[in-house]
């Protein structure tokens, strides 16, 4: 119940094109999804999170999409670019809880131009 | 400094040696957290302090021992390590455990000889 199930393992988009990665997850308490990024050498940063309370949030060219029924989240990357080219992993928490971030198994994303 | 910072970066060791990874947090948090990163499980979980008090201990093996003298600091002190133990350690920090954004420190690489 406390996993998050990320998909794919691996990604290779060409310039300009999205790139999504899909996150699933079974306990229904969970209502905070961020998703983090990381670059080789350098350790995960946060990209961007959404709350159950809409069900799409969007900065610059990273879109996340909430489906609340289905108990899943994505994110799309639009107009990929090899800058992209990175590791991210998605997460799921409960507010009402103390516990820490459960993180997916991560997806490595290559952006080719 | 800023963030996160881990010492030292990179760390060769035998099976027999004693050495501790050190993390230091500038943020002002009262969370930190020790993660392992491998291709086999990408974000490992394995300990998490709050207030200096450990909150959870994700069965890892003895000989590693973690030790958070106060809340800017956290040490991972290492004895006979198994190849099998070769990996990133990263460490986070965050405001609190819970749907808080999490920093992590660029890691210390591992090798075990």
């Known amino acids: 119940q406390q996993q998050v199930k990320q998909s794919p393992q691996s990604l290779i988009v060409q310039k300009g094109g999205i790139s999504i990665i899909n996150c699933a997850y079974e306990n229904t308490a969970f209502d905070y999804f961020p998703w983090y990024q990381q670059f080789p050498g350098k350790g995960p940063a946060l990209l961007i999170a959404?709350?159950?309370?809409?069900s799409e949030k969007k900065e610059g060219r990273f879109t996340i999409s909430f489906n609340k029924s289905a108990k899943q989240f994505s994110l799309h990357i639009m107009d990929s670019q090899p800058g992209d080219s990175a590791t991210y992993f998605c997460a799921a928490n409960t507010d009402s809880g103390n516990t820490p971030l459960v993180f997916g198994k991560g997806t490595r994303l290559s952006v080719i131009a | 400094e800023t963030g996160v910072t881990q010492t030292p970066r990179h760390l060769v060791m035998g099976m027999t040696n004693k050495k501790s990874l050190k993390c230091e947090q500038h943020?002002?948090?009262?969370?930190m957290y020790w993660y392992k990163q491998s291709a086999k499980k990408p974000l490992e979980l394995m300990f998490v302090?709050?207030?200096?008090?450990?909150?959870e201990n994700n069965s890892v093996p003895s000989r590693f021992s973690p030790e958070c003298p106060n809340s800017s600091h956290l040490f991972l002190h290492l004895h006979t390590l198994q190849p099998e133990d070769s990996a990133l350690y990263l460490c986070?920090?965050?405001?609190?455990?819970?749907?808080?954004?999490?920093?992590f420190g660029p890691g210390t690489r591992l090798t075990v000889t």
């Open positions: 986070a920090s965050s405001q609190l455990i819970g749907p808080y954004e999490q920093y």
């Open positions: 943020l002002g948090h009262n969370a």
């Open positions: 302090y709050s207030l200096e008090e450990r909150v």
């Open positions: 959404i709350r159950p309370d809409v």
